[in-house]
């Protein structure tokens, strides 16, 4: 995973869950099952906290918990701007050859108000279409091409007009207010076995001990 991907996954997850430990990001993402689909490994986890610290993106708070030191994390107003500003690049930009920050950025649409999405969404959706007319107008000399290159670009233009199908039904769903943004009441809540349960526990200790 790029660097860029995974600056844009560790300061929203810190975000989520605030005031938050490495271990606990750490399970969090892997449930998510981001070593498959984003190619995270544990270790470029740990390191993104730390390179996010040292830039001011995070804060680190040294505590005592129980008798055992902990470290926890929290964002900074710089790392929500750094946050956002990979969010609408993410989502903005079209690249059919990886979607990865794409994929990255919707894992995290819940953080974002309703008309940062919808505008990011709107210029995803004149991107595309631009992408798409441009493999139509290249349709007209395809001929040209070997015939593996032939069914690449035909893949690629498929792809394309399947997303953008279900990009104007996403359009859609936050136009109505049918999906859960930034500052709406949140209505769905995780399993009563989920992990997260004993994370917002921690959470709320976390607060008291930073007397917040």
Do not use: C
């Not at 631009?130 to 498929?158: F, K, M, N, Y």
Request: aromatic share 8%.
């Amino acid at each position: 995973m790029a660097a860029t991907e995974i600056r844009l996954m560790v300061l929203g997850a810190v975000s989520l869950f605030e005031p938050v430990n490495g271990y606990q990001i750490r399970r969090e993402l892997l449930s998510w099952r981001v070593e498959d689909w984003a190619h995270i490994k544990p270790g470029s986890i740990y390191s993104a906290l730390s390179t996010l610290t040292r830039q001011g993106g995070l804060e680190r708070h040294d505590l005592v918990d129980s008798g055992r030191e902990v470290a926890v994390y929290t964002i900074t107003d710089d790392g929500r701007d750094e946050f956002e500003r990979l969010f609408s690049v993410a989502v903005e930009t079209v690249d059919m050859a990886s979607r990865l920050g794409f994929y990255t950025a919707l894992s995290l649409l819940p953080l974002m108000p309703r008309e940062v999405v919808l505008s990011s969404l709107k210029v995803r959706a004149t991107a595309l279409q631009a992408q798409i007319d441009d493999g139509r107008r290249a349709s007209t000399t395809r001929d040209q091409l070997p015939p593996h290159v032939q069914d690449l670009v035909e893949l690629w233009q498929a792809s394309a007009l399947t997303e953008q199908e279900w990009l104007q039904r996403v359009i859609e769903q936050v136009q109505a207010g049918s999906l859960e943004l930034a500052g709406d009441p949140q209505t769905w809540q995780p399993p009563a076995d989920d992990p997260g349960w004993q994370m917002d526990a921690d959470r709320r200790r976390y607060r008291e001990m930073l007397g917040r």
